[in-house]
Each structure stands twice: as structure tokens, then as C-alpha cells.
T-cell receptor, first 114, second 117 residues
């Protein structure tokens, strides 16, 4: 099992450009999440999904969009990149949503917007 | 609302000594889970240990143990016999019941642990 994979690992964008961060998991998990981590801070939830076709906003969704057409994939779309979106982005997944279900994290994508 | 507080921005410990990283939480839920993650300088998030709110015994995983004091709403991580490779950022996180928060994790701001020889 590869677990949760993310591409790319690093990316530099110019202000106003768009891009898609890819996330794939091979554990047949229903729940998937996108977090961002700003320097010196914990992770904040951007979007989440509880299954294919079902997505919802987290606490910092502005400037992002997601889709979930399959169980495996949960891409995060950045439209009109801004310097405030410079961050490390983590995708995570878990089998279910209960308190005891571990979330498995991808390796992260480090994004810089200049 | 769920909240995690880590009051120690940085901690220093000598190799082979034990260290305690503090974590307090706030929730009105009865069912919840508490997690600790390690983030080395390479950036990945490594799961260390889990404690459920109904677990009567403190969780242990090798050199890691969780000092769970439910009445005080604290979930401190204890690392015994520190090693140089333990130098990293440590995050405390909480997960609520399935229905209310849909499984998302709430994170503290982290504690940077430095182990010196």
C-alpha cells in the first residue's frame, strides 16, 4: 500500500495563477481531508469529503475548490493564487469519522505564491 | 467548539532524559479522541499515540505515553529516554464524535522539542 500520496511536493506560483494539488489514497477510505499549515501553526481544515460526490467546507475554504468523483482521489484546486495561500498543504484520509479512527496523512505539498 | 492548547512553544531535554509536552483541550462532547503527531524537519506528519475519552488506562506506545487527566481536560505526552531523533515539532490533536465534526482533527499550535547530547 502506498497510503496517501500527494503531488507535487513543491510548487512556486505567480499571483493570479491556478493549480491543482493532487491527492490519492489506496486504502478505500471514505473520509478525506485537506489541511493547510502556516509557519509556526497547527493544521487548519480547508475542505473535507465523506464519500464520492460529497464535499463540504472546513474553516478556511476561501480561494479553494474541491471535487470527489472517486473514492481514491480528492484534488484541491487553487484559483487566482494569492500570497496568503503560501503554505504547506496536507491531504489526509480515514476509514470512518469516529473519534478512534486514525487519520493517515500524505507527505505534504509546499506551495509558495510570489 | 473544540479547542486544543499547547502552551510550550519550545522545550529542551538532554538525551536519555524524560520530557513532558503539555496539551489541554476544550470540548462539550462526551466521546472524543486525542492524538499526538510528530513532525520532523522533513515535514511529514507521523502518528504517535491515541487516547479515547472512554479509555480508563493511559495509552502507551513504546517510549511514548499519554498522561490523560479527563477532569482537568489534559492529555500530556511523555517521552521517556529521549533520543536525538526525537527532535521535532509535536502536535496535539482532537477528534470529536462522528456526527458533530465529521471526523476532522483540531490541532494545537505545536511544541518544538530539541534534544541535546
Amino acid at each position: 500500500n502506498a497510503g496517501v500520496t500527494q503531488t507535487p511536493k513543491f510548487r512556486i506560483l505567480k499571483i493570479g495563477q491556478s493549480m491543482t494539488l493532487q491527492c490519492t489514497q489506496d486504502m478505500n477510505h471514505n473520509y478525506m481531508y485537506w489541511y493547510r499549515q502556516d509557519p509556526g501553526m497547527g493544521l487548519k481544515l480547508i475542505y473535507y469529503s465523506v464519500g464520492a460526490g460529497i464535499t463540504d467546507k472546513g474553516e478556511v475554504p476561501n480561494g479553494y475548490n474541491v471535487s470527489r468523483s472517486t473514492t481514491e482521489d480528492f484534488p484541491l484546486r487553487l484559483e487566482l493564487a494569492a500570497p496568503s495561500q503560501t503554505s504547506v498543504y496536507f491531504c489526509a484520509s480515514s476509514l470512518a469519522g469516529g473519534p478512534g479512527n486514525e487519520q493517515f496523512f500524505g507527505p505534504g505539498t509546499r506551495l509558495t505564491v510570489l | 467548539a473544540q479547542k486544543i492548547t499547547q502552551t510550550q512553544p519550545g522545550m529542551f531535554v538532554q538525551e536519555k532524559e524524560a520530557v513532558t509536552l503539555d496539551c489541554t483541550y476544550d470540548t462539550s462532547d462526551q466521546s472524543y479522541g486525542l492524538f499526538w503527531y510528530k513532525q520532523p524537519s522533513s515535514g511529514e506528519m507521523i502518528f504517535l499515540i491515541y487516547q479515547g475519552s472512554y479509555d480508563e488506562q493511559n495509552a502507551t506506545e513504546g517510549r511514548y505515553s499519554l498522561n490523560f487527566q479527563k477532569a482537568r481536560k489534559s492529555a500530556n505526552l511523555v517521552i521517556s529516554a529521549s533520543q536525538l531523533g526525537d527532535s521535532a515539532m509535536y502536535f496535539c490533536a482532537m477528534r470529536g464524535p462522528r456526527g458533530s465534526t465529521l471526523g476532522r482533527l483540531y490541532f494545537g499550535r505545536g511544541t518544538q522539542l530539541t534534544v541535546w547530547p
